[in-house]
């Protein structure tokens, strides 16, 4: 029986699949593996390109219909038979350590009940970009970011099957059902990013729509809630799709008017309190995390005046020395390493 499952599920990615798996078949230091390329129903040659790779390690799961990427994943999950199982999605390229790296952090952290890395990009023809995506190393900030992101880039992730078959996505989330999924195993179990690059991530159009956005907010407003529900904080629609846009400063190029700011302090202040009676995220990392949020705010508000004078008057910004010495210790930059890209497709 292989060690490690490798679930790769495919909707229409014929430029991208075969790199996808070769950058799994030519893992170097790895026991014994399997990958599952699992067909969420494709029309376009994906299936027929998988079929052509003359490997047994590789199993292809046919779908004769799209049922979603969570459905996609649920059946590989269930197909797996390695004690481990790992994810990819199919236009990414896992670097050639990846699974070693990972397996021996599993092994020696039996308390860990998965483990995921830092993201490069890379660009649709395959080429490096300078873009790296750092996710916090330890299990505590990891666990006090859950209500905000999720903690593991989800095709980066290697973790202990049995955990995962206990933790199935849910299949009624059509995106962010990876952002669900690790919420709840880091409010049960420990889990740990490796300071590595160990993915490339490729960039190209149809990951960025405006409906994409739209529809990704939605979901996360329902994964927001159950976590606010476990947090018994009352919250409305309009408080989740504020607290979504705490999260998005930098990347939309928001501004926060005054009434955003004032909402934004009560907001997290309350968050403060609930956790201080509910205990469901770490502290002091929760608390921290917190600062930071409000700090964003503040520097990002429309008038810069009047948000610096609001963080250095308020409550939150007492956490705020702790708060950014904790992003930058769980994100500093990597050693230099050297590392061979599979070849990629044109």
Wanted: aromatic residues 8%.
């Amino acid at each position: 029986m292989p060690e490690i499952s490798v679930i790769i599920p495919v909707y229409n990615r014929e430029r991208y699949i075969e790199t996808a798996v070769a950058s799994i078949l030519a893992q170097t230091g790895v026991p014994s593996l399997e990958l599952l390329v699992v067909d969420d129903g494709s029309t376009d040659d994906s299936v027929a390109r998988v079929e052509a790779i003359q490997d047994p390690r590789v199993r292809l799961l046919r779908a004769s219909e799209n049922g979603g990427i969570a459905h996609a994943r649920n059946r590989g999950i269930a197909a797996a038979r390695g004690r481990y199982a790992a994810f990819l999605d199919s236009d990414d390229i896992a670097r050639p350590d990846r699974l070693a790296r990972q397996f021996a952090f599993l092994e020696r952290n039996p308390s860990h009940a998965a483990v995921g890395a830092w993201i490069g990009w890379i660009d649709d023809r395959g080429h490096r970009l300078s873009r790296i995506k750092r996710k916090p190393r330890r299990a505590r900030l990891i666990a006090a970011e859950r209500l905000f992101r999720s903690g593991i880039e989800n095709s980066t992730a290697m973790a202990r099957r049995d955990i995962l078959a206990a933790y199935p996505h849910d299949e009624s989330l059509v995106v962010g059902s990876d952002y669900d999924l690790w919420a709840r195993v880091a409010r049960d179990h420990d889990v740990a990013n490796l300071p590595h690059l160990l993915v490339d991530r490729r960039q190209h159009d149809a990951q960025a729509t405006a409906e994409n956005v739209s529809r990704d907010r939605r979901f996360r407003c329902r994964i927001f809630a159950w976590q606010l529900d476990e947090l018994c904080i009352e919250h409305s629609e309009d408080d989740r799709i504020r607290h979504y846009r705490l999260r998005r400063f930098n990347k939309a190029g928001d501004a926060p008017d005054a009434e955003y700011l004032d909402w934004a302090e009560d907001w997290l202040q309350r968050l403060r309190a609930a956790n201080q009676r509910a205990n469901c995220y770490p502290e002091p990392e929760f608390s921290r995390l917190l600062s930071l949020f409000w700090a964003s705010a503040c520097v990002h508000a429309q008038s810069r005046t009047h948000g610096l004078r609001r963080l250095a008057g308020s409550s939150l910004s007492s956490a705020l020395p702790a708060g950014l010495w904790q992003g930058w210790s769980q994100r500093r930059r990597l050693p230099r390493h050297r590392v061979v890209l599979p070849a990629s497709s044109s």
